[in-house]
């Protein structure tokens, strides 16, 4: 029997699950729609600091690179460092990505989160982005990543994460869910794909379970106590939310 450790990373992305990924934008539309936030955030970033000409991002989980292709757009000079333990998934980004990567640009690392986050030097990066991939982790390990951004963001920098946020209501939370599984069924049938439909719905409970799922005001009061500084929540749409966190200045 396989023990989850809190600490340990998994691998939830492979087989045609990670080879046909881009039918989240069918199940999900508010995920690009996240994406495009998470490199809008970029902008506002550099609005807000624009004494800062070259910026060094990281992101968290490459995916297909739908939202670092975002990322990149909105960074005007800078460089981006984005990771990811699929190597399914990083082959998809590396065919997208193929333009920035030859620029240099872009440095993609197959790596679990926390293996590539200790590799880097304290307060080395600007911004920390992610979409849809920290509601993965187990909740242990997800707080050591959250340590560990902290640490390699620069005083002022931003950890930018689109993703899944529980709604706090129990009540309203479950019924939130139960319509996305409602939603699955439909999009799955109207495309003859019964064989996603169970890998959609197998992961949504690994999603939903004590171990992986992220409530709102849970995860922000975890980062408050971590040190990071003023949160903002905003987009919020279901469990979708765009959250913005900032290291504070020593």
């Not at 590539?116 to 242990?140: I, Q, R």
């Not at 390990?141 to 640490?151: D, G, P, S, T």
């Not at 995860?219 to 929540?233: K, P, R, W, Y």
Request: glycine share 6%; aromatic share 8%; net charge negative.
């Amino acid at each position: 029997m396989t023990v989850l450790t809190p600490h340990r990373a998994e691998h939830l992305f492979h087989g045609a699950f990670a080879d046909e990924y881009h039918f989240l934008k069918v199940i999900c539309p508010l995920s690009l729609f996240m994406s495009e936030r998470v490199g809008d955030s970029v902008v506002a970033f550099r609005s807000e600091q624009p004494e800062l000409r070259s910026l060094s991002a990281l992101e968290i989980g490459t995916g297909t690179g739908v939202t670092t292709q975002l990322i990149l757009s909105a960074l005007g000079e800078g460089s981006l460092i984005s990771i990811d333990n699929a190597p399914a998934m990083m082959v998809q980004a590396e065919t997208h990505l193929e333009e920035h990567l030859v620029s240099g640009r872009l440095r993609l690392i197959t790596d679990d989160a926390l293996s590539a986050l200790y590799a880097l030097p304290s307060e080395s990066m600007d911004l920390v982005l992610s979409a849809y991939t920290l509601h993965n982790f187990l909740e242990g390990y997800r707080r050591e990543v959250l340590k560990e951004i902290l640490r390699v963001l620069k005083p002022k920098g931003w950890f930018v994460n689109g993703d899944r946020y529980g709604v706090d209501d129990p009540a309203e939370h479950l019924k939130t869910i139960q319509d996305e599984v409602r939603g699955y069924f439909r999009v799955f049938r109207e495309i003859n794909r019964p064989d996603l439909l169970e890998q959609w719905v197998v992961h949504l409970l690994s999603d939903e379970s004590d171990e992986h799922r992220m409530r709102l005001t849970t995860s922000i009061d975890v980062m408050q106590s971590l040190g990071f500084g003023l949160t903002t929540v905003s987009d919020r749409h279901e469990v979708n939310t765009l959250l913005i966190s900032r290291k504070p200045c020593l």
